[in-house]
């Protein structure tokens, strides 16, 4: 009682449409995009801060720029 084997159904290759080329050109043409912009963001590296050594009997605030710029974006 063995069964009869059936043959595999054939694969057909996918079709190309417009929907699928046109996917691939984008996809391609912003990888392209980031790879040009990517080497450049690399020279903007935020420069590297230097920190000042703690004080000996407290405290650490120091009024500096940005702290100046908050304070006069709270005045009213």
Do not use: C
């Not at 990888?31 to 690399?42: D, G, M, R, W």
């Not at 050594?53 to 005045?75: D, F, I």
């Amino acid at each position: 009682m063995s069964q009869p084997k059936t043959p595999a159904p054939r694969q057909t290759p996918p079709k190309l449409n417009r929907r699928t080329l046109f996917a691939g050109a984008s996809t391609v043409g912003a990888l392209a995009a980031v790879a040009t912009v990517l080497p450049k963001a690399a020279d903007r590296a935020a420069p590297s801060m230097v920190s000042k050594p703690a004080p000996e009997r407290g405290g650490g605030y120091s009024l500096t720029e940005h702290v100046k710029q908050y304070y006069k974006t709270t005045m009213i």
